[in-house]
């Protein structure tokens, strides 16, 4: 009765990459006895950063089927999975939606040069999604909840919900986990995207309300919680929604403006701040009653003690004799803050203080109650945190904040995952990734560009086979936008996978790429860096370390004229060219500073309380 069997092969990801993978294999028998190998001979052992293969095998003449995982000479690790198998009719198809294939010979008709065409957007959105989910994942959605379908047809059919939330990057978790939390937030709020009212600031609040499902869903694809961990409760994407939407109604956010323009790059930041849902509303009031002072109602010193003895799960915090004074302290039963054994809350932080990581994190979780973009990134022995701001004209800035690098920004990791994406794949090692963060923050800046941009690269998988197309499609990117990254990257691929290109043309790349990115130091010098891995010549490989090192050197010179990060920008060129200003601080008894003690220039914008003493340390002042 069965015409194929059907199967997913491949290691869990419990194996850690580690071992030197499996190689499996399918066979079929008529008998029993004499066996056929119906998969390659000598496949390719798979490892855990392997995707799941597929693979569908005839049976209408056979009546057996042996499955072999073999250990390519080792077990260790070797965690291999067979799933979804099935035994499938003729007439069966694995498909819910149209194959990536189809959407390609759509699109190959329908290509042209330039921005992408209106009618083509949408296709290329939908191969994008299916490319990306999966027939298989996707036919799971669409399995486990009848209202899915619904779901599914909404966001498949709304160019904008579908554009918005492709170029709004790739899930914290996975694909399959974001479809259900947009399908629940979908399900439960659907009504709100169709109220076409208007805020005071000029948004359509459907608009709005558009915007914060989509980042729920990429970013609740994942565990959101608070950080302390024990039995704190994670966050529900429904609930959070629904706190940051009555907050925007309230005005308890610190800027309704601002918060209505994020992008979704920008918005799902916000939706990510790892507090638990309970205590949102609880720190933006508790806040806002202690400190008038916007510095100091976000500066997490003055909530908490650096001190490394502290214990989150001391009885004192729990126990019901005191709750009463605890309830007094932080008005717990006001917001129904949970009050029960082995369940750490922000208060008991409060009480014990933290070291860096904990202050840093409980400052992510200040800037995001009020609705801010904020996350904890990792410094040399240290844990600081960046924060987004209104730097005017309509343009967001990130400040690196709680910094004790003698390089600032060049010793910054990115935080975890990266804006955009950029930033996050090879690099030169020639300083942390954090400094991405400029790059990525000015193609948000200049969403119209960035999303044109994108939309075009969506092309770049459909042609992977053609060169020339390819080089076409990366080029009419970069002319939408100069600095975008995932286009460069896609042109240094091509010519460095190009045997025919010459050393002239790559040193010719390299000087596109150190004028369009000058003054991101780090971005420009990882690119160049990658072209030239394939320079052969000393005198081609001389003159890349002359466009490098005159790039580096302008970018030292940085204007607020060139960049928002004038400040930041000549400290990374500077470390990269091994130019490091280790001072604190510098002190004249003549000139324009006479008399004052001045922070060196790499810790001007760090953000850091210093103290000073002149007396050999028996008296100090803030």
Known sequence: DYAYFTVFYGLNSTAGNKGNGVKFYIYTSEDGKTWTLRTEENPTALKSSNSAVYAKIDIKDVNYIRLYANDNGSNASDHAVWGDAKLVKENYSENVMMTVEEFDEMIRKAYKRGPVEDELVLPLLQRDFIKRVGQYQLRMFLEEDPKNQETLEWFLNNEEALRLWTIGGTPNGTYLRSLQVLSRLYQTYKEDLNN????????????????????????????????????????????????????????????????????????????????????????????????????????????????????????????????AKWDAKYELSKYNITYQARTPKLWIVFEEGAVCGGLSKTAANLYGVWGYPAKVVGQPAHAAYIYLYNAGNGKNAWQLAYSVASTGWADTDGGGRMPNGWGGGWSSGAAKRGSYHFLSQEAQNEYEKYEKAELILLQADTFKDDKRKLEQIYRDALKEEIINFDAWVGMISLYNADASKTDEERIALAEEIAEAMTYHPLPMYDLTKLIGTKITSPEYKGKMLMIQEQTLRKATKATSANTLYHKEVPIVANAILGVIDSRIATFSFSGANAGKIVLSKQLQSAQVTWSYSLDGGNNWKE
Do not use: C
Request: hydrophobic share 30%; net charge neutral.
């Open 196 to 323: 076409e009212n208007m805020t005071a600031n000029g948004t359509k609040y459907k608009d709005l309300y558009l915007k914060m499902m989509l980042s729920l869903s990429l970013s609740h694809s994942t565990n959101v919680g608070l950080w302390i961990g024990g039995g704190s409760k994670l966050s529900d994407a429904v609930t959070r929604y629904e706190i940051y939407k009555q907050m925007h109604l309230d005005g308890k956010l610190g800027s309704n403006a601002m918060f209505e323009n994020y992008t979704i790059e920008e918005m799902r930041a916000v939706m990510f701040t790892n507090i638990d849902d309970e205590e949102i509303l609880w720190l933006r009031d508790y806040s806002e009653k202690k400190f008038s002072n916007l510095v100091d109602r976000f500066n997490p010193f003055k909530y908490i003690n650096y001190t490394k003895g502290y214990g989150y799960y001391r009885p004192q915090y729990y126990s019901q004799e005191n709750y």
